[in-house]
């Protein structure tokens, strides 16, 4: 079945305790980009890879990292988690260079960081 | 710079009324667009997508959207409300063909009995 697979599905966690949230597609999608999603403000971008070992900033960046190492897995990850990071995120995938058939999303990530 | 809105936060509608959940895009480039359904603690599912063919888009559980470029809009409709259509829905945009998805900040759609 083609997916994206976001692990873990809940996480919560304390202040400066760093974490990563691995997400994973198995339909060989150039483009990869990870969103976070609060009431009221819609999903924003935070990363996005066009491809292996390239990755650009989305809207929201600051106080993420990811990497893009194997065109497959797109992982996220919080050096130094804060409270204004608790957020629903989502991962997606999509194909780079065809018409916009929209995004494949994963399940979400439900974050709290204490 | 390129924006989505959707108007309202939330809707309500008896069941069995039509659905009518607005949205308008900012450029004057046509996009291509989107219509997403998020249930409850579930991720985002493709409802109907826009890519410059008919301008009238049918998608799935009944709903089908219309582009209007003189309006720069994409309203999404159904016909009759089922109590399983309550999520959330998002309209989103996209400007080049495998790039960034721009989301509104979504509707509520509430289905009352």
């Known amino acids: 079945e083609a997916q994206v697979t976001q692990n873990p599905r809940y996480l919560i966690t304390v202040t400066g305790k760093k974490l990563t949230v691995t997400c994973s597609q198995n339909?060989?999608?150039?483009?990869m980009s990870w969103y976070r999603q609060d009431p009221g403000l819609g999903l924003r971008q935070i990363y996005y890879?066009?491809?292996?070992?390239?990755?650009d900033k989305g809207d929201v960046p600051e106080g993420y990292k990811v990497s893009r190492k194997e065109k497959r897995n797109f992982p996220l990850i919080l050096e130094s988690p804060s409270p204004n990071q608790t957020s629903l995120y989502f991962c997606?995938?999509?194909?780079?260079?065809?018409?916009?058939?929209?995004?494949?999303f994963g399940s979400g990530t439900r974050l709290t960081v204490v | 710079a390129q924006s989505v809105t959707q108007l309202g936060s939330h809707v309500s509608v008896s069941e069995g009324a039509l659905v009518l959940l607005r949205c308008n895009y900012s450029?004057?480039?046509?996009?291509?667009l989107f219509w997403y359904v998020q249930y409850p603690n579930q991720g985002l599912q493709l409802l109907l997508k826009?890519?410059?063919?008919?301008?009238l888009v049918k998608g799935i559980n009944g709903f089908e959207a219309e582009f209007k470029k003189s309006e720069t809009s994409f309203h999404l409709t159904k016909p009759s409300a089922h109590m399983s259509d309550a999520a959330e829905y998002f309209c989103?945009?996209?400007?080049?063909?495998?790039?960034?998805?721009?989301f509104g900040q979504g509707t509520e759609l509430s289905v009352k009995p």
């Open positions: 339909m060989n999608h150039e483009y």
């Open positions: 450029s004057s480039v046509p996009p291509y």
């Open positions: 989103a945009v996209s400007y080049n063909q495998g790039g960034k998805l721009i």
């Open positions: 826009y890519t410059s063919a008919a301008t």
């Open positions: 997606a995938s999509s194909w780079r260079d065809r018409l916009p058939y929209g995004y494949t």
């Open positions: 890879s066009m491809n292996v070992e390239v990755t």
